[in-house]
């Protein structure tokens, strides 16, 4: 068993040294996935927030991304960084998630207040800028009005969206997790965009009306 200082030293090994310890033996080694389950949990939740629509349905599926990873982490051949593979994974699951639903389509209800914790927030910063009311009603309604925009995109759009717009990855990344070429991908990204600024814009229209 390793000792208390050699677990706390465990959280400084860089993904890939933790996943070797892991692998090498899973049972003395365990700690090393926690390691990692506690330096993704944040940002596979907020992906899978993002995609489900749900903060219970995102709950669940960040449980189950988690444990995919656990039986599949042996069969990691470090090809890509090991966030890539990850985030390969909860987006598949949650895709997979998605489609089993289709059968019983319905608008995504997206707890927004959710979104914010998954983000870090910088209390100073938030100090010295807090909204005043009228400025925090007219973002909430903006947020409500791109998440309704959001639900009405095709998957694959929506997807796109989310990851380069609000995950903030990269287009290697994202080609990566799709298995496209990166030129197909920066493509996809900008008819996503069109679509959102589409969808939008005939809501701004409706809303005139």
């Not at 010295?128 to 309604?141: D, F, G, M, V």
């Not at 997807?159 to 717009?165: D, F, K, M, S, Y």
């Amino acid at each position: 068993m390793a000792s208390n200082s050699q677990q706390h030293d465990l959280s400084q090994l860089s993904d890939d040294t933790l996943v070797q310890l892991f692998v090498s033996d899973p049972q003395r080694n365990a700690k090393a996935f926690e390691v990692l389950v506690e330096r993704y949990q944040g940002k596979v939740f907020g992906l899978s927030l993002r995609m489900m629509g749900s903060r219970e349905e995102a709950e669940d599926q960040a449980q189950e991304i988690f444990v995919k990873v656990y039986r599949s982490l042996a069969r990691f051949e470090g090809r890509s960084r090991f966030s890539t593979w990850l985030y390969r994974i909860a987006v598949n699951a949650c895709l997979d998630a998605i489609e089993k639903r289709r059968r019983r389509p319905q608008a995504a209800d997206i707890e927004w207040g959710d979104l914010a914790e998954t983000e870090p927030v910088d209390s100073e910063l938030l100090s010295r800028h807090s909204p005043t009311p009228e400025q925090a009603y007219l973002h909430k309604e903006q947020s409500s009005v791109v998440h309704s925009a959001l639900s009405k995109l095709e998957e694959s759009h929506r997807q796109a969206i989310v990851q380069r717009e609000l995950q903030g990855l990269s287009y290697q990344d994202m080609a990566a997790n799709t298995r496209i070429g990166l030129s197909a991908m920066k493509m996809r990204v900008h008819r996503a965009r069109k679509a959102l600024a589409s969808v939008l814009q005939q809501q701004a229209q409706l809303g005139m009306a």
